[in-house]
């Protein structure tokens, strides 16, 4: 099993910056591509910034440029360095991770996610 727990939002001004962080614990070993996914109110959860195991990125159109995501695999944390923040970025950021594990024998395939994070920039 694996957990997510995320840390590091907050409120900030426009054109501020914050570092999201996300902690997995349990069967690290186990997690290959982790995400950050953001959902505003009334808006429905969108793709922020994804990263493999290998450390290739993908980024959505509206970060690109000012959000930068990073991990260590070997603490199965992932980053989101996020600057130039604009309101519009205002949203609950979630953690997300896909593993792939041994259970009984058997290949399991999960996805996890955190518990959210509210990031608030404010004009």
């Known amino acids: 099993q694996v957990q997510l727990a995320e840390s590091g939002g907050g409120l900030v001004q426009a054109g501020g910056s914050l570092r999201l962080s996300c902690a997995a614990s349990?069967?690290?070993?186990?997690?290959?591509?982790m995400d950050w996914h953001r959902q505003a109110p009334g808006k429905e959860r969108e793709l922020v910034a994804a990263i493999t195991t290998g450390g290739s990125t993908n980024y959505a159109d509206s970060v690109k440029g000012r959000f930068s995501i990073s991990r260590d695999n070997a603490k199965g944390t992932v980053y989101l360095q996020m600057n130039s923040l604009k309101p519009e970025d205002t949203a609950v950021y979630y953690c997300?991770?896909?593993?792939?594990?041994?259970?009984?024998?058997?290949?399991?395939?999960?996805?996890?996610w955190g518990q959210g994070t509210q990031v608030t920039v404010s004009s």
């Open positions: 349990g069967n690290i070993a186990s997690i290959n591509g």
């Open positions: 997300h991770a896909d593993s792939l594990g041994l259970r009984n024998d058997t290949w399991v395939a999960e996805a996890h």
